[in-house]
């Protein structure tokens, strides 16, 4: 006794085809809120940077990166020298600079 063999064949879902490019949109979708959310501010954040370090000139106070507090002495094209205490100057590099103080800021602290 031999049972009949019978094939089922599988179809797709009526919505298969949409489903891939519901899946494109997510992932566009997914990378733009990325980009709003962390690579855009970022860029932002370099920009300012950038035009703040353009901006230096002597007599800014300035602290660095390590925390180092001091008044711009001089300013080169990559370098600045900065005064930290009377007759005592160190070079720094012009990115190493996180922050210019409002005037008169060393002179309070």
């Given at each position: 006794m031999t049972l009949p063999t019978t094939f089922v064949l599988a179809q797709a879902a009526p919505g298969a085809?949409?489903?891939?490019l519901s899946m494109i949109l997510l992932m566009v979708a997914l990378f733009g809120v990325m980009y709003f959310m962390t690579i855009r501010p970022q860029m932002k954040r370099q920009k300012e940077h950038r035009q703040m370090v353009?901006?230096?000139?002597?007599?800014?106070e300035v602290v660095s990166n390590g925390g180092i507090a001091g008044r711009v002495d001089d300013v080169?094209?990559?370098?600045?020298?900065?005064?930290i205490a009377p007759n005592v100057k160190?070079?720094?590099q012009k990115s190493a600079v996180q922050q210019v103080l409002p005037k008169g800021t060393l002179k309070s602290s």
């Open positions: 085809a949409s489903s891939g353009a901006g230096l000139a002597k007599g800014d080169g094209e990559t370098f600045i020298t900065v005064e160190i070079k720094l």
